[in-house]
């Protein structure tokens, strides 16, 4: 899975730990979504795509893989 964390964090002027306080989880949770090598709960995605003002569909980007397809 890809992730636009990191574009739009820098549109909202978001530093990771910035970004982690608001969605309640470490800063090394930020890192691991931004690098695609951590697939949040739908909780989380969803706390993450409030907090950069976006929808679930614009920050993380599946590919059929992701998709059991």
């Known amino acids: 899975m890809q992730t636009r964390i990191k574009e739009l964090r820098a549109k909202h002027n978001l530093t990771q730990w910035a970004l982690a306080e608001k969605v309640w989880v470490r800063r090394e949770t ?3 979504l ?4 951590y697939n949040p709960s739908l909780k989380l ?21 992701d998709l059991g397809g």
Do not use: H, P, Y
Request: without cysteine.
């Open 45 to 65: 995605a969803k706390l993450v795509s409030l907090a950069l003002d976006s929808s679930i569909d614009e920050v993380f980007i599946f590919d059929e893989d």
């Open 30 to 32: 930020i890192v691991f």
């Open 34 to 37: 931004e690098n695609g090598k």
